[in-house]
């Protein structure tokens, strides 16, 4: 059974900095991980998706990066913003067919002070 | 935005109800999923819905049940409403590798 572990629970930074988040997994067989938004009482807003063969994307001020065989993904938050006080949340899903389960941590709640 | 959409964006029902959430896509994504998250937790998978069969299930009670019409829209059904389904319900869309999930904004559901 796949099991999700985000390190830290919340993280407080002055604005500016740089910071990772991180994000591990016990089962290193999965199809793609993806890291999402989500602000207060909302919805998830995808961020990033690494597929199983892949070891990084970039979006802007964000890097992802996958490492399967240690079972470990980081996000990379370069230059943090106010705006991006949220909780992320990394998920897996596995391979086979038309699985599209998603397993997820309990995220990292994320506060940037101006 | 996402292009996925839920209603209602929140509900009150007392114990022993039943209740009906709704999800749709813009894009016709032909996979929908339900997620139940609770205050403090990542989301926990309900089911899913692939060509309008449910094709996997998390551990959820058979009281959990789902829908899935022709035009990729969707109904998660909960009988016998009990004060810990209160929670965020989430429906996520997707199609075709790399399977990317598009997530609605949730439904807030309390139990009384």
């Known amino acids: 059974k796949q099991e999700v572990t985000q390190i830290p629970a919340a993280l407080s930074v002055p604005e500016g900095e740089n910071l990772v988040l991180n994000c591990s997994f016990t089962d290193s067989a999965i199809y793609n991980l993806q890291w999402f938004r989500q602000d207060p009482g909302k919805g998830l807003t995808s961020l990033l998706l690494i597929q199983s063969s892949q070891r990084e994307q970039t979006s802007g001020r964000l890097n992802a990066s996958l490492d399967k065989s240690s079972g470990r993904s980081t996000l990379y938050i370069a230059a943090s913003q106010p705006g991006d006080s949220a909780t992320y949340l990394c998920?897996?899903?596995?391979?086979?067919?038309?699985?599209?389960?998603?397993?997820f941590g309990k995220g990292t709640l994320l506060t940037v002070n101006p | 935005e996402t292009g996925v959409t839920q209603s209602p964006t929140h509900l009150i029902k007392t114990r022993g109800q039943q209740v009906t959430l709704r999800c749709s896509s813009q894009?016709?994504?032909?996979?929908v999923s339900w997620y139940q998250q609770a205050l403090g937790q990542g989301p926990q998978f309900i089911f899913q819905?692939?060509?309008?069969?449910?094709?996997g299930r998390g551990n959820f009670p058979p009281r959990f049940s789902g829908l899935q019409f022709p035009n990729y829209s969707s109904e998660l059904n909960v009988n016998a409403l009990e004060l810990d389904d209160s929670a965020l319900y989430l429906c996520?869309?997707?199609?075709?590798?790399?399977?990317?999930?598009?997530f609605g904004p949730g439904t807030r559901l309390t139990v009384t």
């Open positions: 894009s016709g994504h032909n996979t």
């Open positions: 998920a897996l899903s596995a391979p086979g067919g038309s699985n599209y389960k998603l397993t």
């Open positions: 996520a869309c997707g199609g075709g590798p790399p399977r990317e999930q598009y």
């Open positions: 819905y692939y060509r309008e069969e449910e094709n």
